[in-house]
């Protein structure tokens, strides 16, 4: 089968299971809904003709040109065939997901990159859906990093392939609205991003959004510190979303467009304390007996019970 296919084919399978499951076992309750997925997909389908006619190649393409071109450490080590090869295919796809880690800091943390994701960050509720929504210019700029990491690395066209679908798979299924039980979920989240560790990401809050980068391995987030268990307000009562768009309408392709050239008076250093001084998100709001902190010392929200 041909390898577009064949992502294809993956991509559309678990992008069902996904949908269904967070249909048939919602974590949280969705206000907006099935309203966010026009705009939503429509930019996902924009993507992909994008990429297509801008990086025809993509990340598969530059795998097998360094491969005919014997370009890249892996190539130059002779390392190939046998374990040694599989050797190469699982250390690649390591180091590919920590690119990506590495990449999500960044997009954080600069500014003008930090426009183009907040596009991602700004869906006002999250489910698989929100897993595929990125601006176009992202997209390419994403592409193009890995088609540059994937050439210096010389990684195996097989590692590329896996790595392309496990990044989109893990995408749509740690961004899912999934009710997992929680002994699962503590297994799972030691070694993989779950959709309870990844949804703490989408926080309004600063602190929670700048935490858990991670989209598929979570030894990333543990290792260098990036880590949050939980959500403060517990993940029934937290706010996904920006503070500066929420609107409480869906948003349109037209919005999603022009999101990152919006001015807004949040609009300074992603890690300014003053992002979050509006009174709606302010952390005075949370000092309710509600949303006290006793109220996740217990064993329902422990760190302890769900790693």
Known sequence: MDNSLLRLAVFLAILA????????????????????????????????????????????????????????LLHWLNISGGWQGMAAVVFSVVVLDLLIYAQHVVFHIVPVLWRLHRVHHADQEIDVSTGLRFHPIEILLSMLIKMAAVVLLGAPVAAVLIFEMLLNG????????????????????????????????HSVLRAET???????????????????????????????????????????????????????????????????????FSSDKFNSDKFNSDKFNSDKFSSDKRE
């Open 170 to 201: 893990m995408a749509m299924f740690n961004h899912s609205n999934v009710r997992l039980p929680l002994v699962v979920d503590a297994v799972l989240r030691r070694l993989l991003v779950t959709p309870d560790m990844h949804r703490v990401h």
């Open 210 to 280: 700048n935490s858990n980068y991670g989209f598929n391995l979570s030894l990333w987030d543990r290792f260098f510190g990036t880590y949050v268990a939980q959500p403060e307000l517990g993940h029934d009562d937290m706010h996904i979303g920006l503070p500066e768009f929420q609107s409480g309408k869906a948003d349109s392709l037209k919005d999603l467009l022009k999101l990152p050239f919006i001015d807004d008076k949040f609009s300074g250093d992603r890690f300014s304390s003053d992002r979050f001084s509006s009174d709606k």
């Open 17 to 72: 299971i996904m949908a269904g499951l967070q249909t048939l076992l919602p974590r949280r309750p969705l206000r907006l809904g099935l309203r966010r997925w026009p705009g939503n997909f429509s930019l996902v389908a924009l993507d992909v003709i994008v990429v297509r006619l801008l990086l025809p190649a993509g990340a598969v393409g530059i795998a097998l040109w360094a491969e005919k071109a014997h370009f890249g």
